[in-house]
């Protein structure tokens, strides 16, 4: 089935467009995890696992996706990389979609090879199996055509789904993005060749695989990039701790609340953290995260048009 068609269908299905995000700190984990797991590096690993597992276990009935940053894993070796497998694989299980975010890029063979690890299947044997699992993946355009479509090639083919860096959400995204040349900034040059990229891979649902990142903490260029990519998925971070708000994003969405899933990681996953949190659910982790997520439920719901895809309150 193609990406956009499953992720809408899972947006439909659980009346939100939350994607949390998993970027597990050892240093941040809850306190009951630093006597927990040995102090190695494959303790350490298992405490990434375990936690984005509990993670998993709270958001699976509330949100269709969830967005593992690579970098926190793959800090910790072959261990850590193990953990994100195990957690990603525990989160498909559990019903949700599974996007990598590890901005991958390269040309050739190398870029098909990134493709058929994180999206497609590799050989082993005489068979072909899947390495990663994962339903989507961030990629990185500043190579151009020959970085991209080796990933499009196997997303298309598997049923998988690429976001392309746009407009990222970071302080710094000017000092390229903005760039002028000529005429137009870079980033929009990229939209313009995203889209020409894009247009030949939508699904029924009238969007493709090929989405945009697109940040909240630039909501002037969202709303632009919105009204030029009508059919671009977009993946939105930058909600909550770096200071989008739901007002921000509102753009990103279509008439019907779809067209884009708005990523909240430290503002979901840490919430525990938080003064208010820590009084009202005490040392219970989950129920403070779950908490979290029913608030940037109810803030999306109540400031955008992602309000559309809950069901009419009963008379």
Sequence with gaps: MHFADRLNAAVKRVGTPICVGIDPRPEDLPPEFLDKFPGDRPGVAESLRVFGSGVVDVVAPLVPIVKFQAAFYEAYGPEGVGALHATAQYAQEKGLLVLIDGKRNDIGSTADAYARAYLGKVPVGEKFEPAWHADGLTVNPYLGSDGISPFVKVAAREGKGLYVLVRTSNASAGEFQDLVAGGKAIYQHVAERLAQWAEPYRGESGYSLLGAVVGATYPDQLAELRAALPGIPFLVPGYGTQG???KDVAPAFDADGLGAIINNSRGLTYAYSRPAARAKY?????????????????????NTNAGKLRPPAAE
């Design 282 to 302: 005490g040392t219970d982790w989950q129920a403070a995260i779950e908490g979290a997520v029913h608030e940037m439920i109810d803030d999306l719901a109540g």
């Design 244 to 246: 989008g708000s739901s």
